[in-house]
């Protein structure tokens, strides 16, 4: 189930005067961020210009993994993998999160290679990881059919129903005093004497000393209107799901071609693995020279004749001219594309049934009862932003997540209310600021998958 601009409105909260902190988008990172500020007595406004979760917090994966993360992201992702295991009981409602493992295999010496190198960094921050033979994974997933060479496992990964997690996030939020509007898109942020003083948002003014920009996708456009520059594109991912299916395996896998996680209702989530959709547009050549290294290696360089596939469309934030110049008191980019709602692509969906049939032709038959797509925020170095932008104080931006970011979601609000509040982090966050594009830092590319 995802949720588009033709749900009915479930947050309707009054517009407040003021507030203490304003957050900019009601996915999983800027519900957990509020989620987070209620818990210290902090006033807080939601504005969302769509949906809570209309975007990809209802059209992910619903992965909850530690494995195969960034090294700076792993130890962030552990500390959200403690919040996962009790969240259903701080928010009053089933996640539907369960621990039943995290599995990657695969069939070549690159493969093994890899797995050598999660296990080292796995080992390095006390994380229990599995490295698997052939035999092991045939027996652990029987009629997964491969010539495997090597598998690696994480028990205490899971997974979670993220068209569930976020708006139970959200009413939860709710019921601590934070208010939450859906159909209220901020048009740009108000400044006085060179900080945030407010927001603007179609329903009216808003005056805060604090903004959380947690827009996904939409982030590097809301940057750009209020001079800000932030590399971020967007890729389409599509995802489906089977009917009811006997439960073979209730962990999560994948190999270099299909990924799987079984569901609450039953059926299994299918999606191709690491492979996504790139709509060229303006921004896509704004941006040329920070993707160029990470473009090379997805689209060109993948042993497996690109990951990622370049299309002309106009399904991006903004369509194909993003306009960095609103006026505060007219309708905005925002306002007229409440939700991204990419159509799923047919060919990607006819490649996952072929891949079925020949990896798991046990599941090539069940049924599918539903396809969509959804719209990823990608950075050049595929990790995200977790900083204040120090040429606006009181601007702060929590975007640029690359498919990531439904397990690291709860730790990543809990950075960000610590932040705001001038509270001891626990973690590094130097690999998250957000100058590392303007600074010449090379950037090292994370993790694809």
Known sequence: MIFTDRAPVTFQDALPKSAEVVVIGAGVIGISTAWYLSQAGIKVMVCEKGRVAGEQSSRNWGWVRQQGRDPAELPIMMESNRIWQNLSQ?????????????????????????????????????????RLTSAQITQRVPGFVGNWKSGVCTPSDGRAEPFVVVPAMAKSCRDKGVSIREDCAVRGLLISAGRVSGVATEAGEIRCKTVVCAGGAWSSLFAGINGIVFPQLSVKSTVARTAAAPDFHSGNFACDRIAIRRRQDGGYTIAPAGFNEHEINLDSVRYLRDFLPVMWQEVFASRSLGKTRLRIGSGNPGGLIPKRKVDLDQISPFEKQRVLNPLPNQSTTKRMRRYLSQRLPALAEVPWVEEWAGMIDVTPDIVPVMDQVSEIPGFFLASGFCGHGFGIGPAAGRIMSDMIQGNTIGHDLSRFRFSRFQDGSTLTQGPTI
């Open 90 to 130: 701080a928010i009053g409602a089933d996640t539907g999160f369960e621990q039943h493992g995290v599995m990657y295999v695969g069939e070549t010496e690159a493969d093994e290679v890899a797995h050598d190198n999660w296990m080292a960094l796995a080992k390095s921050h006390d994380l229990h990881s599995e």
